[in-house]
């Protein structure tokens, strides 16, 4: 079966300072690969997604970036936060990309402070 | 034009009691899923719907997509304390476009 997770659970980080958030599918191959963003008590808004190795698609411009180093691999990395990038950021996988399900993995709390 | 309306915002409700909520978008949508997000994790699905007029049942879970494709509403019977969280209808506008998501409904049940 498949399964997806991402880590770290919760990150406090200063203003300015780096971030790196991991995500990682397994039991499927060529999946499609999502970060969305939760603000408290909204809905969530699609950051980036990815059809394959190397191919990254922004939704919105923003302080963020994300990358697909293996098939089965997202990773979203800022070089400087923002307070406003405080959130619940939220990896998911796809099968197919329009009408596909998706299957979230557990959230990263970011508190930037 | 391809955002998703849901309501109501939040609920307060009694146990046992029935709930209902629903999803509305001025686009048509080919698919409609309702996800429910328990505090501090991701959101998981609960139903899937493919078909204009289908009706699904999960349990206690029923969810409807509308005849014109612009609308689906879940009903929830009979709640339980452990039907606390966040529910969000979600789905792909017609004609290529990722995922979209409603702003959710809190749903509260005081035991």
């Keep these: ?113 | 034009g391809q955002q998703l309306n849901q309501s109501p915002q939040s609920m307060f409700i009694q146990e046992g009691e029935d709930v209902s909520m629903n999803c509305t978008s001025s686009s048509i949508f080919n698919t409609w899923l309702w996800y429910k997000q328990d505090p501090g994790e991701g959101p998981v699905l609960l139903i899937a719907l493919y078909k204009a007029g289908e009706l699904t049942s999960n349990g206690r879970l029923t969810a409807q997509f509308g005849i014109t494709r612009k609308d689906s509403f879940l009903n929830i019977s009979a709640s339980i304390p452990s039907d606390v969280g966040i529910y969000f209808c979600a789905g792909p506008p017609y004609n290529n476009n990722d995922m979209r998501f409603g702003a959710g409904t809190r749903l509260t049940v005081k035991p």
């Design chain 1, 1 to 113: 079966s498949q399964t997806i997770h991402q880590w770290p659970a919760t990150l406090v980080q200063p203003v300015g300072s780096p971030l790196s958030l991991e995500c990682t599918v397994e039991g499927t191959s060529n999946p499609n690969l999502y970060w969305y963003r939760q603000a408290a008590g909204r809905g969530l808004q699609l950051l980036f997604y990815s059809v394959g190795i190397g191919q990254i698609s922004s939704e919105v411009p923003q302080n963020l970036s994300a990358s697909r180093p293996q098939d089965r691999q997202f990773i979203l990395s800022s070089k400087k936060l923002l307070l406003s990038d405080s959130g619940f950021y939220l990896c998911a996988w796809s099968k197919t990309r329009f009408t596909g399900e998706l299957f979230f993995g557990e959230g990263s709390r970011l508190t930037v402070l």
